[in-house]
């Protein structure tokens, strides 16, 4: 499995925002599509972003406008901006090296409620 490491979770209320990182091995941030995805208690595997090695992402529906990524190169970290933070993003999130979310770290907990 790929050693991602993610951090940056933890609890907010309603509204809040949030900034995720994870530090991927450098053949993986160089040459890999990394994709963020998450998973909530009792629910399947949902993709949240991805991010390409030459920079932008992409993003589900329902994050859309509320999330950003960023990439910082010497670091090989990519980070996940999560604003207006919803008691529906409440999740496990990881990175992963596909969309589906089998290869994957350890995970950081996001819980947001008042």
């Known amino acids: 499995a790929t050693k991602f490491v993610e951090s940056g979770g933890g609890s907010v209320q309603p509204g809040g925002s949030l900034k995720l990182s994870c530090t991927a091995p450098?053949?993986?941030?160089?040459?890999?599509?990394i994709y963020w995805v998450r998973q909530a208690p009792g629910k399947g595997t949902e993709w949240v972003a991805s991010s390409s090695p030459g920079g932008g992402g992409d993003f589900t529906e329902s994050v859309a406008g509320r999330f950003t990524i960023s990439r910082d190169n010497a670091q090989t970290t990519l980070y996940l901006q999560r604003n207006d933070l919803k008691p529906e993003d409440s999740a496990v999130y990881f990175c992963?090296?596909?969309?589906?979310?089998?290869?994957r770290g350890q995970g950081t907990q996001v819980t947001v409620a008042t």
């Open positions: 450098i053949y993986v941030f160089s040459y890999y599509i």
């Open positions: 992963a090296t596909d969309i589906s979310g089998k290869d």
